[in-house]
């Protein structure tokens, strides 16, 4: 069955501290995967996303993310967190015809 | 260039009734998901409309349905309200492979 697994729920940084986000997926067919973000109060944004080529993606605001297809893995990055970090980020496969599936989200809170 | 509408923002409803959401796409896009997000978890997939037909559908019963208008919004429809219903209700659009999400429509059943 096709599922996206974070690993950590809840994660609380100090800012400038680095950060790394697990998640696992597991699907069968061609792989797009995504990160998305919703900030408090705001709706879900793209982040970053990878379709193919170099499986080091660059997203938006210093956000990056690995994709090793060995391990099923597109785990999120950020060397130096901020404050306005705060959110919750769901990692998402393409699961055909751009039905999108999420993971259960991890929420992330940056203390100053 | 506006990005992906939803209407209303906010919706209380009593077990048994009937719910209407709507939902404008993104400029240019031509596909339109609905996604329901219960408090605590990820968005989980209802379905999706391409060109005024349900293309896909998750694992959602059947009185959830759904409408896409010739000028690609959309509209979710949910009969029978369940206590369960209660959630963010949210429609992302699409072109290509990376979806646009709404800001919501949060559903209250009592």
């Known amino acids: 069955a096709q599922s996206v697994s974070q690993h950590n729920h809840h994660v609380i940084l100090s800012e400038a501290a680095s950060l790394e986000l697990g998640c696992n997926y597991s699907?069968?067919?061609?792989?797009?995967l995504f990160w998305y973000v919703q900030y408090p109060g705001q709706h879900l944004q793209l982040l970053l996303k990878?379709?193919?080529?170099?499986?080091l993606v660059k997203g938006i605001k210093g956000f990056e993310a690995e994709f090793i297809k060995s391990k099923f893995s597109f785990n999120l990055r950020k060397p130096s967190v901020q404050w306005s970090d705060t959110a919750e980020y769901f990692c998402a496969v393409n699961g055909g015809y751009n039905k999108l599936i999420f993971g259960a989200g991890t929420r992330l809170a940056v203390h100053p | 260039d506006a990005g992906v509408t939803q209407s209303p923002t906010h919706l209380i409803k009593t077990r048994g009734q009937q719910v209407t959401l709507r939902c404008s796409p993104k400029?240019?896009?031509?596909?339109v998901s609905w996604y329901q997000q219960a408090l605590g978890q990820g968005p989980q997939f209802i379905f999706q409309?391409?060109?005024?037909?349900?293309?896909q559908r998750g694992n959602f019963p059947d009185r959830f349905s759904g409408h896409q208008f010739p000028n690609y919004s959309s509209e979710l429809n949910v009969n029978a309200l369940l206590l369960g219903d209660s959630a963010l209700y949210l429609c992302?659009?699409?072109?290509?492979?990376?979806?646009?999400f709404g800001p919501g429509t949060r559903l209250t059943v009592l």
């Open positions: 992302a659009s699409s072109l290509g492979p990376a979806a646009f």
């Open positions: 400029s240019g896009h031509d596909t």
């Open positions: 990878y379709f193919s080529g170099d499986p």
């Open positions: 409309y391409y060109e005024e037909e349900e293309r």
């Open positions: 699907y069968g067919g061609t792989v797009n």
